[in-house]
């Protein structure tokens, strides 16, 4: 039908008067000058800005709001930080302080937070595309796919790009970087920072050079096929090994161990005990010196109701007869460098006495279904050289010390950049999401599902530990290294201070640093001891190496008793007492005692009346009950006072983040409740205690 | 143009049938006992991460008359627009619970969850249950009172930290003591936090943090405990002057 009405149409008719033309090109003209002002028209971000202004019609500050509406596109430009937003064009309510109650996206107020809108933009934080001005092209970046929304569980990753150090506020993402650096991760994979520092594994995995003389093949064959059957909390994770491939690792790792180097301090070989010889009394006495010892504030065990209890700093110790033999036991406990020059255990001075009812205990805690199924025919030298390959191709040495393999470098891939890891370049795994947090949590907990002949081994993370993990790595952008320098909050610089001389020997046979932080280096189990020398009185500090107690009575983790000579002690107080003092503190500046009664009596009254300060510490047992700072019945005895004094003028100058709170005291109130404690010198029971 | 209408009637069919599939729960649930109340087992007022499941599952009970657990109830879960649920439907087990993983939407504040199940007659029997996401703010919040306030605030006493509250002569407020911390404004907390009680006539046990806490972290504190308050904590909004 329309065929012919196309041959009666004819371009030389239409052309033929100027003035037709002129008519026929200036309507043309004109339509396509009209489409993009009604492009822009019929805009998304207009629609939006239609509904804002419904929406604020009907409230209360209507007209506040209205005078603060600008119609048009908003755009916050930061040019050193190469941010383009344009987010507010249709996010109108953001930075509108009364329109914390709406629920309605996109115009609800931004939650608070510690930063600027204006000064960091929107993407830094959210990625997106910020120059985008439709909701596609912004949040599902359909132009850009690398850069999509991050979802709103990761967002604490957002806050490492530039924190480096933890945050009080981002737990999650300070979970996943101890998670990071004590799960063996930072081993094979580099994490460089924008500071030019590299992040630094912080797990202990032991030496493997004399381990024949620790634990037998068939123990390790039964470890290397599941770690976490013999202890749910083990660090190492499953490396999926075949049957074969344990068998020669095993062999392979038995072949190559060295004897332990002679010591005066090693024991002759302790007799093999079988468990149902063990007398019970010494069991009993072991048990008791196990808790005594406070074994588990590092160590976990099972108790007899079937919870697993204790630290988890050092191994569990659950079965721990049926793993080690008895003679490694002995010279493990006797003093365990010998073993392990670098682990983390203090050198306890146990006596004999002692160290045979300790092993008799932790003999008679045995796991032999561990083992029973493990078989193994003697290595023959192929499954041994098998063995050797196989331990380098895994990367045993990446954490292990293990004799004649070396560590290589950049065993695994380079992570400082893996936030911004283009997708382009990621292969998923059919039906799983295509984005990046959906690839690194499923890479943390499936590696080897990514394909054939990875060596990644798979860990046992709880879901909000991997999404710790997750956020971690998120944070590690592209963006992190070119953003504006004076944004980055580096980490502070890492301390490997270790004290000198004798009483340094000394210190590090005890291991103090797995527990006590000394100028900036050190566990933070127990006190820093970097202001020790300015805080305590000597002869307490004498005292309490003989026989610690504890100054805070709720505590379950405290000091253990080491039994120190008389001369180590002597070495020991002379060396904290002149090395670790603080400026701020005179220790002569303030006697020990003989302050006027009637300024003692003063301290006491503010002590329990304008202070109150009872309710966390306690004076009189009998009528104190303050249960949070340390008792302070013999402080007098304890501390000295012009520490008190300073403690008392503003803790935090002390004690950076102790939570005894700065009460403003003027000097003179200061000054009597000093009096008032220093008079505490409690009996010489209690001093003791 | 007519003989392509049975086509085109077939294809929109199945364009239908297709939809109406696609949006019929996977399995289909049958309720092979009816309770008749709803109790929260465990798992509610949780606090969360924005957009993330809840550390532990919401544990629901469906009890008949006599407070005994009925098994095979059908109960289920929705919320607001961005909570979801896994699963959405449950059947209870032997002892009478549903538990069901819930993820919170992606903005910080409190979302209430509508449990529902029915009884004999068909009625529905509701219950509500409140969940908590912690943004920055309340996060930071939950930290410092985690550090600073809840050896005293908290009466749970835990191995790891025993709790102070049960041994001062003025007991303190739980932090979701809604009835007592709502009748006070952020500026009578803040007062409180920075100056201790006596600031206003209250316990002098409670001592004075102005020196210790930063202002952003009393805000923070402030924020958390509006979170967590229950009866839930209603702002009070601009108060303009009428005429």
């Given amino acids: 039908m329309r065929a012919p009405e196309k041959s009666r149409f004819s371009w030389r008719a239409l052309f033929h008067d100027p003035v037709q033309l002129f008519g026929v090109a200036s309507f043309v003209l004109l339509m396509v000058l009209a489409i993009a002002p009604l492009k822009d028209h019929f805009s998304e971000w207009r629609r939006y800005q239609k509904q804002y202004l419904q929406m604020i019609r009907n409230r209360r500050d209507a007209v506040t709001l209205m005078r603060r509406f600008q119609p048009g596109i908003h755009q916050i430009w930061i040019p050193n930080a190469g941010v383009v937003d344009r987010c507010e064009t249709c996010h109108l309510g953001l930075q509108q302080a009364s329109l914390g109650d709406v629920k309605t996206e996109p115009f609800g107020k931004h939650p ?64 996943g970087r101890v998670l990071l650096a004590g799960y063996g991760c930072l081993r094979c994979h580099t994490v460089k920072l924008p500071d030019g520092s590299t992040m630094t594994a912080t797990d202990d995995p032991p030496p493997l050079t004399h381990i024949a003389e620790k634990t ?108 080690v033999k008895p003679e490694w036991l002995k010279s493990w406990l006797s003093d365990p460098h010998v073993y392990d020059p670098g682990t983390l255990m203090p050198h306890f001075r146990w006596t004999s006495q002692q160290l045979t009812s300790l092993m008799d205990f932790l003999e008679s805690q045995t796991n032999s279904g561990f083992t029973a199924n493990v078989h193994l025919d003697p290595a023959t030298p192929e499954q041994i050289a098998h063995g050797r390959q196989l331990v380098n191709e895994y990367g045993c040495a990446e954490c292990h010390e293990i004799r004649g393999v070396s560590k290589t470098d950049n065993f695994a891939p380079d992570l400082s950049r893996i936030g911004s890891k283009p997708l382009a370049q990621i292969v998923f795994v059919a039906g799983m999401a295509h984005t990046l947090p959906a690839y690194l949590s499923a890479k943390i907990q499936h590696p080897r599902e990514f394909g054939p002949g990875l060596r990644m081994p798979q860990y046992t993370f709880t879901p909000a530990q991997v999404d710790a993990l997750t956020t971690a790595l998120l944070a590690l952008t592209d963006r992190s290294f070119t953003m504006p320098r004076q944004w980055q909050v580096a980490l502070p610089k890492p301390s490997n201070y270790r004290p000198a001389g004798r009483a340094g020997e000394l210190m590090a046979d005890l291991n103090c640093q797995t527990c006590h932080r000394i100028n900036g280096n050190g566990g933070d189990m127990a006190p820093d001891l970097s202001a020790e020398g300015s805080s305590v009185q000597r002869q307490w500090l004498y005292h309490f190496l003989k026989d610690p107690n504890t100054i805070r009575p709720t505590l379950i983790r405290r000091m253990p008793k080491f039994n120190l000579s008389n001369r180590e002690r002597t070495i020991l107080t002379d060396y904290i007492m002149t090395v670790y003092q603080i400026p701020q503190v005179d220790r002569d500046s303030m006697p020990e005692s003989g302050y006027p009664p009637a300024l003692v009596e003063q301290g006491k009254e503010l002590f329990y009346s304008k202070y109150d300060c009872q309710s966390c510490h306690m004076v009189n047992p009998n009528t104190d009950q303050g249960y949070v700072g340390p008792v302070l019945t013999s402080v007098g005895s304890r501390l000295n006072a012009a520490w008190i004094y300073a403690w008392l003028k503003d803790p935090q100058a002390l004690r950076p983040g102790t939570i005894d709170p700065n009460r403003n005291m003027s000097d003179a109130d200061a000054r009597a409740l000093t009096a008032f404690l220093m008079a505490q010198k409690g009996s010489g029971k209690e001093a003791n205690q | 143009m007519t003989r392509y209408v049975p086509v085109m009637g077939m294809l929109a069919l199945t ?38 499941p809840l550390p532990q599952p919401l544990v629901i009970e469906v009890n008949d008359d006599q407070g005994n657990g009925v098994q095979g109830a059908l109960v289920k879960f929705s919320g607001p627009a961005g909570v979801s649920f896994n699963p959405a439907a449950a059947l209870s087990d032997s002892n009478g619970e549903v538990s069901t993983n819930v993820t919170v939407g992606d903005s910080s504040g409190r979302y209430t969850v509508e449990v529902i199940t029915t009884d004999k007659k068909g009625k529905e029997i509701p219950l509500q249950v409140n969940e908590l996401a912690a943004g920055y703010q309340e996060m930071l919040g939950y930290e410092v009172q985690k550090k600073y306030c809840s050896r005293c605030h908290d009466p749970n006493s835990t191995p790891e930290q025993v709790s102070n509250y049960g041994n001062l002569a003025v007991a303190p407020h739980p932090f979701d003591r809604g009835n007592t911390f709502n009748k006070l404004s952020d500026a009578d907390l803040a007062s409180i936090i920075s100056h201790g009680g006596p600031a206003m006539n209250l316990s002098a046990l409670m001592p004075d943090y102005g020196s210790t806490l930063s202002k952003a972290d009393i805000r923070a504190v402030i924020a958390y405990i509006r ?17």
């Avoid at chain 1, 037998?216 to 470890?223: D, G, Q």
């Avoid at chain 1, 009394?281 to 209890?309: D, P």
């Fill in chain 1, 112 to 175: 608070p937070i510690p930063h600027q809108l204006t000064e960091f933009g929107c993407v830094v934080c959210h990625r997106g595309q910020g120059a985008a001005t439709t909701v596609a092209g912004a949040h599902d970046s359909t132009k850009a796919p690398n850069e999509p929304l991050l979802p709103a569980r990761y967002m604490e990753a957002s806050c490492g790009q530039c924190h480096h150090a933890p945050l009080m506020g981002t737990p999650i993402l300070n979970q």
């Fill in chain 2, 15 to 52: 364009i239908l049938a297709g939809c109406s599939h696609h949006a019929k729960p996977a399995p289909a649930l049958h309720a092979s006992a009816y309770g008749s109340a709803l109790a929260v087992s465990s798992g509610d007022k949780q606090l969360g991460t924005p957009g993330a």
């Fill in chain 2, 227 to 243: 979170l967590v308050s229950n009866p839930p904590f209603q702002a009070p909004g601009m108060v303009y002057a009428t005429r």
């Fill in chain 1, 216 to 323: 037998s093949r068939e123990w390790i064959y039964a470890w290397l096929k599941n770690p976490q059957s013999w202890s749910a909390t083990a660090t190492m994770p499953n490396f999926l090994l075949s049957d074969a491939e344990a068998r020669d690792i095993s062999a392979f790792l038995i072949a190559d161990s060295a004897p332990m180097p002679e010591n005066g301090a090693s024991p002759a070989p302790a007799q093999a005990v079988q468990p149902a010889d063990l007398p019970a009394a010494q069991v009993t006495a072991g048990q008791a010196l196990y808790g005594e010892s406070f074994c588990a504030s590092c160590h976990a065990m099972q108790n007899e109701a079937g919870n697993v209890v204790g630290g988890d700093l050092a191994p569990e110790l659950t079965g721990i007869g049926s793993k």
